[in-house]
């Protein structure tokens, strides 16, 4: 008795293993054909406390950054996934070629430039500072002698050093975009300076944290995000092709629609491509 229990145990393991690897095999199978639906999957990194670019709802990561690289993807005919590493590790990542991309709302510049590649400009920011009412803070110079908070390695930070020096002590740097909201928050930091557009939405969705903004486009300049790939990627022609067929087919606009409830200027997105 005792044997065939056993016996028959066995044989449904090697029952269920066979069907297992029936299973897979077909799904190889057919990926090996290469049907045209058959998509090759990028690996994308992302930091997702940065809404409403990237943020995680029901476990999900979703945003702006999402529907748009859904739709670059589906048009270049790639498929994503998505995984919220975290901002250091996602250019880490990159860097080792384990991510095929970076999406999150990074914004190109030179320094940057010269370690990775970057698509045509997708989207326009700018720094911006937020504080709790009652700071006294009229534009970038009142940044001087305040604590200050950015998430560390974003231009919130390289802004804030434009005005208060680099290695200011003034300055706290977290690991992310909401470390940095939390602080601010609980008044470790007097103000915090980050994308415009994260700034805006973070008071939207606290309208009773008493958080205010300002911006000080004397001092901070326009910036624009970029998709970020490993240097030399074979992908970023592709995308560079589909984003600018989305900026043409109505797709882009939808997508910015659904976020900002605004059209976008395209136009001014395609003069930076230029440059
Ligand atoms: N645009 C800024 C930069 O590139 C901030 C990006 C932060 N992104 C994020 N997902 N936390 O430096």
Do not use: H
Request: charged letters at 25%.
């Amino acid at each position: 008795m005792k044997i065939s229990i056993k016996k028959s145990f066995l044989t449904l393991a090697a029952g269920c293993a066979l069907v297992l690897s029936a299973c897979g095999g077909g799904q190889e199978d057919s990926a090996g054909k290469q049907t045209s639906e058959e998509k090759k999957v990028l690996q994308v990194g992302t930091e997702a406390t940065f809404a409403p670019f990237e943020f995680m709802d029901k476990g999900k990561v979703s945003g702006f950054d999402v529907d748009l690289l859904n739709a670059a993807a589906d048009e270049a005919g790639y498929q994503v996934n998505i995984e919220n590493t975290g901002w250091d590790a996602m250019f880490a990542g990159l860097q080792s070629k384990q991510l095929d991309i970076g999406m999150a709302g990074v914004t190109i510049n030179d320094e940057r430039k010269k370690s990775y590649d970057f698509s045509v400009p997708y989207f326009e920011s700018i720094s911006m500072m937020a504080f709790k009412e009652g700071t006294d803070i009229k534009n970038a110079q009142d940044l001087k002698g305040k604590k200050i908070g950015v998430q560390n390695g974003t231009t919130g930070q390289f802004s804030a050093e434009s005005v208060v020096g680099k290695n200011s002590p003034s300055i706290s740097k977290y690991e992310t975009a909401a470390l940095m909201f939390q602080a601010l928050q609980s008044g470790d930091v007097q103000v915090a300076v980050t994308d415009i557009a994260v700034a805006l939405e973070y008071v939207k969705n606290n309208p009773d944290s008493g958080v205010k903004t300002v911006s000080d486009d004397q001092q901070f300049k326009p910036e624009y995000y970029g998709i970020v790939f490993p240097k030399g990627s074979q992908y970023k022609a592709d995308f560079d092709k589909a984003l600018n067929e989305l900026y043409s087919n109505g797709k882009y606009a939808e997508i910015y629609k659904k976020w900002f409830g605004k059209e976008p200027d395209v136009d001014s997105l395609k003069e930076a491509a230029k440059q």
